[in-house]
Each structure stands twice: as structure tokens, then as C-alpha cells.
């Protein structure tokens, strides 16, 4: 989600076709930051499959997007990006909630696609991106199924007509949100054996995060 506008500052990825830190997402992803576009914390996103692309293989068993994070703004793809889903701004954060029967939605920004990048040697790529991600995101099957689906296209594998996405251990996200609280993580007390295989690991929100009762 945040991958489009993942670096900062003056620095570069050097080579014969160098590639600026603000310009990361632009080039390799097809897109930067551009805004908010629904409300965020208030508003989720589901995903709208893009019929020409139905059949697309990172679309696989892929039929129910929903995050409760925000929808994105994307305004810099072109017509060689393959987008697959569109985002559809809803009502609420409740995965049941309908879309919004406003211009949010009229017409809606993409949600996830395939674009295909030059790298700073000079050579060809291929990457996918999806501005949904966040880690409550991931508590839809179907979001976890089209990530590992677009693994196995961007590696070159057979994609899975359903591929296994269950958890290997209880999954309980926190919210997102910032946390200016410099003691946040101290009072945590996080160990490396608390990530364990085998574990159950749960982390309050942040404040001021809304009620999520969603988590699985």
C-alpha cells in the first residue's frame, strides 16, 4: 500500500537509467502518492474485479477484496498498466457495508494492476501493486489469495486455481494509525520468541483508532 511512496529524501538507485527516491513508486510501481480519496478511518474499500481482466491468473479464486483501509488516489497509470481490480469506496469499515452512491465511486481509481517497469541496469521488469495492504487488510481471504497469486505469476509458477491461504497461527492485526509515543514499543517489551510459529501474538491499537470487531 505504502510501496508507492516508500523512500525519501535526495538519494537515488543508480545505473544507466537512475531511478530517484521520490520517483520509486512512479517508475517501478506505476504510481507515488497522490492523496487520500475515501475518508480515511471512515471508509473502507472493496475490490471491483475489471471484466476485460477477469480471467487474469492473479485473479484466480479471487472474488471478495475488502480492507478497511481508505482508497487511494491513482491518476498516473497508462493504458500499457493491466489493472484488475478497481476500488470502491464504501459506506463504512463493516465488510458488509454497500458502496457509496456518490462520485467517489463514479469513476473509481484502481485498486491493484501489473505494470511493467525499466530497472536502473536498463532491463525490463515486471511488478504488481495493489494500494490496499495495510495489516487489517490481509484479514480478507480473498486480498491474501491475490498476493500470493501474484507471486506465484511474477516468479514464473503456475498459478493455483485456490490457492491455500489459511493462517499458520491466529492472526490478530492491530489498527493502523501513527504512534507518536516514543515509549509505544519500549512498554510493548516485543521479544524475537514471540513470533514464534506457534504463537499468538496480539498488539493494542493505536490511539485513536476506530472500533474494528472484524478481526478474525
Given at each position: 500500500r505504502t510501496a508507492t511512496h516508500a523512500f525519501t529524501?535526495?538519494?537515488?538507485?543508480?545505473?544507466?537509467?537512475?531511478?530517484?527516491f521520490g520517483q520509486f513508486g512512479r517508475i517501478v510501481l506505476g504510481e507515488q502518492w497522490v492523496a487520500h480519496?475515501?475518508?480515511?478511518?471512515?471508509?473502507?474499500?472493496?475490490?471491483?474485479?475489471?471484466?476485460?481482466h477477469a480471467d487474469h491468473p492473479i485473479l484466480r479464486g479471487v472474488e471478495d477484496v475488502f480492507g478497511p483501509t481508505d482508497v487511494y488516489a491513482v491518476v498516473n497509470l497508462t493504458d500499457d498498466d493491466v489493472v484488475l481490480l478497481d476500488a470502491g469506496v464504501t459506506e463504512s469499515?463493516?465488510?458488509?457495508?454497500?458502496?457509496?452512491?456518490?462520485?467517489k465511486n463514479n469513476p473509481m481509481h484502481p485498486l491493484a494492476w501489473v505494470h511493467t517497469y525499466r530497472a536502473p541496469n536498463g532491463t525490463e521488469?515486471?511488478?504488481?501493486?495493489t494500494t490496499a495492504g495495510a495489516?487489517?487488510?490481509?484479514?480478507?481471504?480473498?486480498?491474501?489469495?491475490?498476493?500470493?497469486n501474484a507471486t506465484y505469476f511474477l516468479t514464473g509458477l503456475d498459478v493455483p486455481d485456490d490457492a491455500n491461504v489459511a493462517y499458520v497461527d491466529p492472526y490478530h492485526p492491530s489498527f493502523?494509525?501513527?504512534?507518536?509515543?516514543?515509549?509505544?514499543?519500549?512498554?510493548?517489551?516485543l521479544q524475537?520468541?514471540?513470533?514464534?510459529?506457534?504463537?499468538?501474538?496480539?498488539?493494542?491499537d493505536p490511539p485513536n483508532a476506530p472500533a474494528w470487531p472484524f478481526r478474525n
Open positions: 529524501g535526495p538519494g537515488a538507485f543508480l545505473g544507466d537509467h537512475p531511478i530517484p480519496h475515501g475518508g480515511h478511518g471512515s471508509q473502507g474499500t472493496r475490490g471491483v474485479i475489471v471484466g476485460e469499515l463493516d465488510p458488509a457495508s454497500a458502496l457509496v452512491d456518490t462520485e521488469g515486471t511488478s504488481f501493486c495489516s487489517v487488510d490481509f484479514c480478507s481471504e480473498d486480498m491474501r489469495r491475490m498476493i500470493v493502523f494509525g501513527f504512534i507518536k509515543d516514543e515509549d509505544w514499543y519500549r512498554r510493548a517489551d524475537p520468541e514471540d513470533l514464534d510459529l506457534g504463537t499468538e501474538l496480539k498488539m493494542k
